[in-house]
Protein backbone atom coordinates (compact mmCIF):
# COMPACT_ATOMS: atom_id res chain seq x y z
CA UNK A 1 0.00 0.00 0.00
CA UNK A 2 2.65 2.21 0.72
CA UNK A 3 4.32 2.52 -2.88
CA UNK A 4 0.84 3.35 -4.29
CA UNK A 5 0.31 5.91 -1.35
CA UNK A 6 3.62 7.21 -2.83
CA UNK A 7 2.59 7.08 -6.48
CA UNK A 8 5.35 4.12 -6.75
CA UNK A 9 3.01 1.32 -7.77
CA UNK A 10 4.11 -1.88 -8.43
CA UNK A 11 1.83 -4.77 -8.21
CA UNK A 12 -1.91 -4.23 -8.01
CA UNK A 13 -3.04 -5.02 -4.22
CA UNK A 14 -5.22 -7.77 -5.39
CA UNK A 15 -2.22 -9.80 -6.86
CA UNK A 16 -1.70 -10.67 -3.43
CA UNK A 17 -5.20 -12.46 -2.84
CA UNK A 18 -4.19 -15.72 -1.33
CA UNK A 19 -6.05 -17.82 -3.59
CA UNK A 20 -4.65 -16.02 -6.42
CA UNK A 21 -0.66 -16.23 -5.18
CA UNK A 22 -1.48 -20.01 -5.09
CA UNK A 23 -2.98 -20.26 -8.44
CA UNK A 24 -0.27 -18.40 -9.85
CA UNK A 25 2.47 -19.95 -7.86
CA UNK A 26 2.39 -23.77 -8.13
CA UNK A 27 4.99 -25.65 -6.10
CA UNK A 28 5.89 -22.19 -4.54
CA UNK A 29 7.14 -21.65 -0.87
CA UNK A 30 5.12 -18.63 0.95
CA UNK A 31 7.63 -17.26 3.68
CA UNK A 32 6.22 -14.94 6.64
CA UNK A 33 9.15 -12.95 8.59
CA UNK A 34 8.28 -11.77 12.15
CA UNK A 35 10.39 -9.42 14.52
CA UNK A 36 8.96 -9.82 18.35
CA UNK A 37 6.06 -11.75 17.11
CA UNK A 38 5.15 -8.97 14.98
CA UNK A 39 4.97 -9.90 10.67
CA UNK A 40 8.13 -7.44 9.45
CA UNK A 41 8.20 -9.10 5.85
CA UNK A 42 7.01 -12.09 3.03
CA UNK A 43 7.92 -13.35 0.12
CA UNK A 44 7.85 -15.95 -2.35
CA UNK A 45 10.35 -18.88 -2.95
CA UNK A 46 10.47 -21.18 -5.89
CA UNK A 47 12.96 -24.09 -7.76
CA UNK A 48 12.08 -22.55 -11.40
CA UNK A 49 11.04 -19.69 -12.75
CA UNK A 50 10.70 -19.98 -16.45
CA UNK A 51 8.70 -17.04 -17.28
CA UNK A 52 11.94 -14.75 -15.90
CA UNK A 53 14.50 -16.96 -16.28
CA UNK A 54 13.32 -19.30 -19.57
CA UNK A 55 16.98 -20.33 -20.33
CA UNK A 56 18.22 -22.00 -17.63
CA UNK A 57 18.13 -25.67 -17.53
CA UNK A 58 19.84 -26.18 -14.41
CA UNK A 59 18.27 -26.99 -11.10
CA UNK A 60 20.76 -24.83 -8.49
CA UNK A 61 18.63 -22.17 -8.27
CA UNK A 62 15.99 -20.38 -5.84
CA UNK A 63 13.95 -17.63 -6.91
CA UNK A 64 12.91 -14.96 -5.02
CA UNK A 65 9.67 -13.16 -5.93
CA UNK A 66 7.06 -9.97 -3.91
CA UNK A 67 9.82 -9.53 -0.88
CA UNK A 68 7.48 -6.97 0.92
CA UNK A 69 9.37 -5.69 4.10
CA UNK A 70 6.94 -3.81 6.62
CA UNK A 71 7.43 -0.23 5.84
CA UNK A 72 8.26 1.03 9.74
CA UNK A 73 11.11 -2.23 9.22
CA UNK A 74 12.26 -0.66 5.66
CA UNK A 75 16.39 0.10 6.19
CA UNK A 76 16.87 -1.72 8.82
CA UNK A 77 18.83 -4.25 7.33
CA UNK A 78 16.31 -7.15 7.48
CA UNK A 79 16.36 -8.10 4.07
CA UNK A 80 20.53 -8.60 4.08
CA UNK A 81 19.17 -11.01 7.26
CA UNK A 82 16.53 -12.70 5.22
CA UNK A 83 19.22 -13.41 2.47
CA UNK A 84 21.64 -14.60 4.67
CA UNK A 85 19.15 -16.78 6.66
CA UNK A 86 18.36 -18.28 2.81
CA UNK A 87 22.12 -18.71 1.97
CA UNK A 88 22.58 -20.68 5.58
CA UNK A 89 19.30 -22.94 4.30
CA UNK A 90 20.27 -23.58 0.75
CA UNK A 91 24.07 -23.62 0.37
CA UNK A 92 24.16 -27.33 1.17
CA UNK A 93 21.70 -28.44 -0.69
CA UNK A 94 22.76 -27.93 -4.61
CA UNK A 95 22.04 -24.70 -4.85
CA UNK A 96 24.34 -22.33 -6.09
CA UNK A 97 22.44 -18.84 -6.55
CA UNK A 98 19.32 -16.94 -5.24
CA UNK A 99 18.06 -15.20 -8.28
CA UNK A 100 15.60 -12.18 -8.77
CA UNK A 101 13.90 -9.65 -10.96
CA UNK A 102 12.91 -6.20 -10.12
CA UNK A 103 11.79 -3.09 -12.00
CA UNK A 104 15.01 -2.03 -13.87
CA UNK A 105 13.52 1.67 -14.11
CA UNK A 106 13.87 2.28 -10.00
CA UNK A 107 16.99 2.80 -9.40
CA UNK A 108 16.90 2.70 -5.35
CA UNK A 109 15.49 -0.85 -5.82
CA UNK A 110 18.55 -1.95 -8.08
CA UNK A 111 20.91 -0.26 -5.85
CA UNK A 112 19.24 -2.42 -2.80
CA UNK A 113 20.02 -5.42 -4.43
CA UNK A 114 23.51 -4.50 -5.62
CA UNK A 115 24.53 -3.47 -2.18
CA UNK A 116 23.41 -6.79 -0.77
CA UNK A 117 25.87 -8.08 -3.83
CA UNK A 118 23.50 -9.32 -6.19
CA UNK A 119 24.59 -9.09 -9.89
CA UNK A 120 22.76 -7.49 -12.55
CA UNK A 121 22.67 -10.54 -15.05
CA UNK A 122 20.30 -8.77 -17.80
CA UNK A 123 18.15 -6.30 -18.76
CA UNK A 124 15.33 -7.39 -20.65
CA UNK A 125 11.26 -6.26 -22.04
CA UNK A 126 8.83 -8.30 -20.79
CA UNK A 127 5.31 -7.14 -21.86
CA UNK A 128 4.73 -3.56 -20.53
CA UNK A 129 8.00 -3.63 -18.15
CA UNK A 130 11.86 -2.95 -18.41
CA UNK A 131 13.00 -6.22 -15.91
CA UNK A 132 16.67 -6.34 -13.71
CA UNK A 133 17.77 -9.68 -13.40
CA UNK A 134 19.96 -10.45 -10.71
CA UNK A 135 22.06 -13.39 -9.53
CA UNK A 136 24.01 -13.59 -6.09
CA UNK A 137 26.38 -16.64 -5.95
CA UNK A 138 25.54 -18.54 -2.67
Same mark, same amino acid.
Given at each position: ????????????????? #?????????? %??? *???? *???? %?? @?????????? &?????? %????? !??????????? &???????? !????????? *?????????????? @? %???????? &??????? #????????? *??? @?????? !?
Amino acid at each position: QWLIDNNKKLWDLNEFD #KNLLLKNNPN %SKF *YVCY *YNND %SL @ATFILKTEDK &YFWPNL %SDNNS !IFLHKICIKRK &YAGNGFLK !IIINKLIEM *YKNKGINYIRLDCE @A %SRPKLVNI &YENLNFK #KVEIKELGK *YKV @ALFELK !I
